[in-house]
């Protein structure tokens, strides 16, 4: 990962101004790495990171900077996508749903991305109800489900990230 980075001293002094809590990147990835790899890190970095969201405009990298995490830590990196769900038609979109997030469970010393999951999990409106698509109604099941991957990551060297284009827009 350090090959992959121009140091610019002022942005993160920017970013700190602006959200004092905010982790350069460079931290983020690097925490993450430690944690796939099962290294404990010194105060102030020695929580675990093992989930993350990337966000920003199409091209930017977001997937790119993940899979440089596995190769870097030698492990193996799985992409999921909305079209990995609705592969067998929308009558099976739940069941499939379903079967991908038992089958990330299993998973140990892995990468995960859920790449371009925004219609999966924006934003509901104040009735319960979101724009209408083939995988709008997965939201409400979805949401426990990561958070139960979340939980388990920790204990399985598991490192979770969301890239996103639109992140105010989620749940």
Known sequence: LHELFYPDYALPKLLRSI??????????????????LNVKLKAPYSASLYSVIFHGPPGTGKTTLLEAL????DVSFVEITPSDIVVHGTDAVEGRARAVL???????????IFDEFDQVLQTRTA???????????????????????????KDRQVAFALGTNVVRRLD
């Open 19 to 36: 959200n004092p809590e905010r982790l350069s990147i460079a931290v983020a990835l690097e925490r993450m790495r430690a944690h796939l």
């Open 127 to 153: 009735g319960g109800t979101q724009r209408a698509s083939v995988l709008s109604f997965l939201t409400p099941n979805m949401l426990p489900k990561l958070k139960k991957l979340y939980n388990s990551a």
């Open 70 to 73: 596995a190769a870097s830590a």
């Open 102 to 112: 038992r089958a990330l469970s299993f998973l140990t010393r892995t990468v995960v």
